[in-house]
Protein backbone atom coordinates (compact mmCIF):
# COMPACT_ATOMS: atom_id res chain seq x y z
CA UNK A 1 0.00 0.00 0.00
CA UNK A 2 1.57 3.87 -0.93
CA UNK A 3 2.02 5.99 1.62
CA UNK A 4 1.13 9.58 1.49
CA UNK A 5 0.42 12.65 3.62
CA UNK A 6 1.66 14.71 6.78
CA UNK A 7 0.71 13.12 9.97
CA UNK A 8 -0.16 16.00 12.72
CA UNK A 9 1.95 16.66 15.21
CA UNK A 10 0.07 14.87 18.49
CA UNK A 11 -3.34 13.47 18.54
CA UNK A 12 -4.56 11.91 15.12
CA UNK A 13 -8.46 11.36 14.48
CA UNK A 14 -9.28 7.55 14.11
CA UNK A 15 -9.29 6.26 10.13
CA UNK A 16 -12.63 4.95 10.43
CA UNK A 17 -13.67 8.70 10.85
CA UNK A 18 -16.21 10.18 8.51
CA UNK A 19 -18.51 13.09 7.50
CA UNK A 20 -22.09 13.39 8.71
CA UNK A 21 -24.92 16.20 7.75
CA UNK A 22 -24.29 19.94 6.87
CA UNK A 23 -27.00 22.06 8.39
CA UNK A 24 -27.34 25.15 6.13
CA UNK A 25 -28.99 28.13 6.36
CA UNK A 26 -31.90 29.15 3.98
CA UNK A 27 -34.44 32.11 3.29
CA UNK A 28 -37.24 30.03 2.08
CA UNK A 29 -37.81 25.92 3.37
CA UNK A 30 -40.32 25.36 0.64
CA UNK A 31 -37.91 26.09 -2.23
CA UNK A 32 -35.02 24.61 -0.69
CA UNK A 33 -36.87 21.75 -0.51
CA UNK A 34 -38.30 21.72 -3.84
CA UNK A 35 -34.42 22.26 -5.10
CA UNK A 36 -32.71 19.17 -3.60
CA UNK A 37 -35.80 16.80 -4.23
CA UNK A 38 -36.39 17.48 -8.46
CA UNK A 39 -32.80 18.70 -9.00
CA UNK A 40 -30.45 16.37 -7.06
CA UNK A 41 -33.38 13.42 -6.11
CA UNK A 42 -33.27 13.62 -1.89
CA UNK A 43 -35.76 12.58 0.00
CA UNK A 44 -37.66 14.44 3.38
CA UNK A 45 -36.34 12.30 6.24
CA UNK A 46 -38.17 15.00 8.80
CA UNK A 47 -39.50 18.40 8.43
CA UNK A 48 -40.99 20.30 11.75
CA UNK A 49 -41.46 24.23 11.91
CA UNK A 50 -38.97 26.02 9.94
CA UNK A 51 -36.47 23.08 9.47
CA UNK A 52 -36.37 20.01 7.27
CA UNK A 53 -33.88 16.83 7.01
CA UNK A 54 -33.16 15.14 4.14
CA UNK A 55 -31.22 12.55 2.71
CA UNK A 56 -30.73 8.97 0.01
CA UNK A 57 -32.93 6.60 -0.71
CA UNK A 58 -31.51 4.68 2.30
CA UNK A 59 -32.71 7.01 5.03
CA UNK A 60 -29.04 8.27 5.65
CA UNK A 61 -29.61 12.06 6.37
CA UNK A 62 -27.12 14.39 4.16
CA UNK A 63 -28.07 17.42 4.77
CA UNK A 64 -30.40 19.93 7.20
CA UNK A 65 -32.05 23.09 6.30
CA UNK A 66 -32.80 25.53 8.54
CA UNK A 67 -34.78 29.15 7.09
CA UNK A 68 -34.87 32.03 8.67
CA UNK A 69 -37.06 35.26 7.74
CA UNK A 70 -34.90 37.74 5.42
CA UNK A 71 -32.06 35.34 4.66
CA UNK A 72 -30.11 36.95 1.82
CA UNK A 73 -28.55 34.90 -0.77
CA UNK A 74 -24.94 33.61 -0.29
CA UNK A 75 -22.41 35.95 -2.49
CA UNK A 76 -20.42 33.82 -4.39
CA UNK A 77 -16.63 33.96 -3.28
CA UNK A 78 -17.47 36.97 -0.87
CA UNK A 79 -17.45 35.93 2.27
CA UNK A 80 -15.27 33.53 4.56
CA UNK A 81 -16.85 29.70 5.35
CA UNK A 82 -18.74 27.52 2.55
CA UNK A 83 -17.07 26.87 -0.42
CA UNK A 84 -18.86 23.50 -1.12
CA UNK A 85 -20.07 20.41 0.17
CA UNK A 86 -19.66 17.62 -1.40
CA UNK A 87 -22.26 14.67 -1.89
CA UNK A 88 -20.13 11.09 -2.98
CA UNK A 89 -22.29 8.87 -4.69
CA UNK A 90 -21.62 4.97 -4.62
CA UNK A 91 -20.27 4.57 -8.11
CA UNK A 92 -19.39 5.95 -11.24
CA UNK A 93 -23.01 4.56 -12.64
CA UNK A 94 -24.61 6.66 -10.36
CA UNK A 95 -22.99 9.67 -11.29
CA UNK A 96 -23.89 9.31 -14.96
CA UNK A 97 -27.64 9.34 -14.22
CA UNK A 98 -27.34 12.14 -11.86
CA UNK A 99 -25.62 13.92 -15.15
CA UNK A 100 -28.15 12.94 -17.82
CA UNK A 101 -30.80 13.84 -14.79
CA UNK A 102 -29.66 17.33 -15.15
CA UNK A 103 -29.64 17.54 -18.70
CA UNK A 104 -33.03 16.35 -18.89
CA UNK A 105 -33.92 19.23 -16.44
CA UNK A 106 -32.02 21.78 -18.99
CA UNK A 107 -30.09 22.43 -15.57
CA UNK A 108 -26.23 23.94 -15.97
CA UNK A 109 -23.47 22.10 -13.65
CA UNK A 110 -19.67 22.79 -13.60
CA UNK A 111 -17.69 19.83 -14.59
CA UNK A 112 -14.34 18.29 -13.24
CA UNK A 113 -11.56 15.02 -13.41
CA UNK A 114 -9.94 15.74 -10.42
CA UNK A 115 -7.80 12.46 -11.10
CA UNK A 116 -8.94 10.72 -7.82
CA UNK A 117 -12.44 11.16 -8.33
CA UNK A 118 -15.39 12.98 -10.84
CA UNK A 119 -17.26 15.85 -10.05
CA UNK A 120 -19.92 17.80 -11.00
CA UNK A 121 -20.95 21.53 -9.58
CA UNK A 122 -23.95 23.08 -8.37
CA UNK A 123 -25.19 26.08 -7.00
CA UNK A 124 -28.48 25.91 -4.40
CA UNK A 125 -31.78 28.64 -4.54
CA UNK A 126 -29.62 31.11 -1.89
CA UNK A 127 -25.94 30.71 -3.54
CA UNK A 128 -24.76 27.93 -1.52
CA UNK A 129 -22.20 25.55 -3.64
CA UNK A 130 -22.66 21.90 -4.43
CA UNK A 131 -20.26 18.98 -5.12
CA UNK A 132 -21.38 15.74 -6.29
CA UNK A 133 -19.17 13.22 -7.27
CA UNK A 134 -18.25 9.68 -7.57
CA UNK A 135 -14.37 8.18 -6.12
CA UNK A 136 -12.03 6.59 -8.60
CA UNK A 137 -10.41 3.36 -6.72
CA UNK A 138 -8.38 4.08 -4.18
CA UNK A 139 -5.80 1.77 -5.85
CA UNK A 140 -5.38 4.08 -9.15
CA UNK A 141 -4.80 6.91 -7.19
CA UNK A 142 -0.71 8.73 -8.01
CA UNK A 143 1.45 9.77 -5.72
CA UNK A 144 4.14 12.48 -5.74
CA UNK A 145 6.54 11.92 -3.20
CA UNK A 146 4.64 11.67 -0.20
CA UNK A 147 1.47 13.86 -1.75
CA UNK A 148 -1.56 12.71 -3.37
CA UNK A 149 -1.96 13.83 -7.10
CA UNK A 150 -4.93 15.61 -7.64
CA UNK A 151 -5.56 19.11 -10.26
CA UNK A 152 -8.86 19.95 -12.19
CA UNK A 153 -9.20 18.78 -15.63
CA UNK A 154 -12.11 18.77 -17.72
CA UNK A 155 -14.38 15.97 -17.54
CA UNK A 156 -15.36 13.35 -19.47
CA UNK A 157 -18.85 13.26 -19.01
CA UNK A 158 -19.85 11.44 -22.29
CA UNK A 159 -17.94 7.97 -20.86
CA UNK A 160 -19.13 9.07 -17.33
CA UNK A 161 -23.11 9.09 -18.47
CA UNK A 162 -21.91 5.86 -20.85
CA UNK A 163 -21.44 4.20 -17.81
CA UNK A 164 -24.53 4.54 -16.17
CA UNK A 165 -25.94 2.28 -19.10
CA UNK A 166 -29.76 2.11 -19.53
CA UNK A 167 -31.25 2.33 -15.95
CA UNK A 168 -33.16 4.92 -15.04
CA UNK A 169 -32.45 7.98 -13.12
CA UNK A 170 -34.66 7.14 -9.34
CA UNK A 171 -33.12 9.57 -7.45
CA UNK A 172 -30.45 10.34 -4.75
CA UNK A 173 -28.83 6.06 -4.66
CA UNK A 174 -28.62 4.51 -1.31
CA UNK A 175 -25.45 4.31 -0.17
CA UNK A 176 -24.73 8.13 -0.35
CA UNK A 177 -22.55 9.87 1.89
CA UNK A 178 -21.38 13.16 2.79
CA UNK A 179 -17.69 12.82 1.13
CA UNK A 180 -16.15 16.45 2.03
CA UNK A 181 -16.67 19.80 2.54
CA UNK A 182 -14.63 22.55 1.30
CA UNK A 183 -14.36 25.95 2.90
CA UNK A 184 -12.97 29.49 2.43
CA UNK A 185 -10.10 30.57 4.87
CA UNK A 186 -8.35 33.81 5.65
CA UNK A 187 -5.03 31.98 6.03
CA UNK A 188 -3.63 28.55 5.39
CA UNK A 189 -1.49 28.13 7.74
CA UNK A 190 -3.63 29.08 10.41
CA UNK A 191 -6.21 26.75 9.04
CA UNK A 192 -3.58 24.12 9.56
CA UNK A 193 -3.03 24.87 12.63
CA UNK A 194 -6.52 24.40 13.19
CA UNK A 195 -7.75 21.67 11.46
CA UNK A 196 -3.96 19.89 11.51
CA UNK A 197 -1.80 20.47 14.23
CA UNK A 198 -5.13 20.60 16.71
CA UNK A 199 -8.18 18.82 15.31
CA UNK A 200 -5.92 15.98 14.04
CA UNK A 201 -6.61 15.58 10.14
CA UNK A 202 -3.54 14.47 8.10
CA UNK A 203 -2.67 16.90 5.18
CA UNK A 204 -3.20 15.08 2.10
CA UNK A 205 -2.50 17.58 -0.71
CA UNK A 206 -0.51 20.83 0.02
CA UNK A 207 0.73 22.53 -2.96
CA UNK A 208 -1.99 22.87 -5.11
CA UNK A 209 -3.12 26.51 -5.97
CA UNK A 210 -4.22 28.66 -2.85
CA UNK A 211 -5.53 25.66 -0.99
CA UNK A 212 -5.04 22.66 1.01
CA UNK A 213 -6.57 18.94 1.79
CA UNK A 214 -6.82 17.20 4.96
CA UNK A 215 -8.47 13.82 5.74
CA UNK A 216 -8.21 10.88 7.90
CA UNK A 217 -7.72 7.50 6.81
CA UNK A 218 -6.16 8.26 3.83
CA UNK A 219 -8.93 9.41 2.02
CA UNK A 220 -8.18 12.17 -0.54
CA UNK A 221 -10.13 14.52 1.41
CA UNK A 222 -12.45 15.18 3.93
CA UNK A 223 -11.84 18.45 4.59
CA UNK A 224 -10.53 21.36 1.54
CA UNK A 225 -9.42 25.01 2.71
CA UNK A 226 -8.54 27.60 0.40
CA UNK A 227 -7.65 31.02 0.37
CA UNK A 228 -9.84 32.22 -3.05
CA UNK A 229 -11.95 34.40 -0.78
CA UNK A 230 -10.93 37.30 0.64
CA UNK A 231 -14.38 38.63 2.30
CA UNK A 232 -15.20 38.60 5.92
CA UNK A 233 -17.56 35.86 7.68
CA UNK A 234 -20.91 35.95 6.62
CA UNK A 235 -23.19 37.66 8.11
CA UNK A 236 -26.00 36.40 10.63
CA UNK A 237 -28.22 36.89 7.97
CA UNK A 238 -26.95 35.76 4.80
CA UNK A 239 -27.35 31.44 3.55
CA UNK A 240 -24.57 29.89 4.67
CA UNK A 241 -23.21 26.94 6.29
CA UNK A 242 -24.22 27.19 10.16
CA UNK A 243 -22.31 23.84 10.78
CA UNK A 244 -20.91 20.28 9.74
CA UNK A 245 -20.29 17.28 11.31
CA UNK A 246 -17.27 14.98 11.76
CA UNK A 247 -18.51 10.96 12.85
CA UNK A 248 -15.74 9.35 14.94
CA UNK A 249 -15.97 5.91 15.93
CA UNK A 250 -16.57 6.81 19.86
CA UNK A 251 -17.19 8.57 22.59
CA UNK A 252 -13.69 8.52 23.64
CA UNK A 253 -12.17 9.19 20.16
CA UNK A 254 -14.54 12.47 20.12
CA UNK A 255 -13.32 13.20 23.75
CA UNK A 256 -10.10 13.09 23.26
CA UNK A 257 -10.05 15.22 19.57
CA UNK A 258 -11.88 17.71 21.53
CA UNK A 259 -9.13 17.41 24.32
CA UNK A 260 -6.51 17.95 21.91
CA UNK A 261 -8.44 21.43 20.36
CA UNK A 262 -8.74 22.46 23.65
CA UNK A 263 -5.10 22.10 24.53
CA UNK A 264 -4.46 23.79 21.50
CA UNK A 265 -5.60 26.88 23.11
CA UNK A 266 -9.41 27.21 20.95
CA UNK A 267 -12.84 26.84 23.01
CA UNK A 268 -14.59 23.56 22.49
CA UNK A 269 -18.80 23.09 23.70
CA UNK A 270 -20.25 20.09 25.17
CA UNK A 271 -23.77 19.04 23.76
CA UNK A 272 -25.51 16.40 24.29
CA UNK A 273 -22.66 13.60 23.87
CA UNK A 274 -21.12 15.65 21.00
CA UNK A 275 -18.31 18.50 21.03
CA UNK A 276 -18.67 22.03 19.16
CA UNK A 277 -15.70 24.05 17.94
CA UNK A 278 -15.45 27.01 15.86
CA UNK A 279 -12.13 27.45 13.38
CA UNK A 280 -10.52 31.05 13.25
CA UNK A 281 -13.10 32.47 11.25
CA UNK A 282 -16.20 31.35 13.16
CA UNK A 283 -16.82 28.25 10.70
CA UNK A 284 -18.45 25.37 13.20
CA UNK A 285 -17.96 21.63 13.44
CA UNK A 286 -18.93 19.15 15.66
CA UNK A 287 -17.41 16.08 16.70
CA UNK A 288 -19.92 12.90 16.74
CA UNK A 289 -19.62 10.22 18.08
CA UNK A 290 -21.72 7.44 16.02
CA UNK A 291 -22.96 6.18 19.46
CA UNK A 292 -25.08 9.40 19.31
Do not use: C
Not at 11 to 38: F, K, N
Not at 127 to 139: F, H, K, N, Q, S
Not at 179 to 197: N, S
Amino acid sequence: MRRYGMRPPAYRLPGATRLGAVRLQVSDLARSITYYERVLGMRVRDRAGDAATLGDAGGHALIRLEARPGVRPAPPRATLGLYHFAILLPDRPSLGRVIRHLAGLGARAGMADHLVSEAIYLTDPDGLGIEVYADRPRDSWRVNGQELAMTTDPLDAEAVVAAAGSEPWTGMPAGTVLGHVHLHVGDLDEGAAFYHAALGFDKVVWSYPGALFLSAGGYHHHLGTNTWSRGPAPAADQARLLSWDIVVPTQADAAEAAASITAAGYRIQEEDGAFRAADPWGTTLRLVPETV
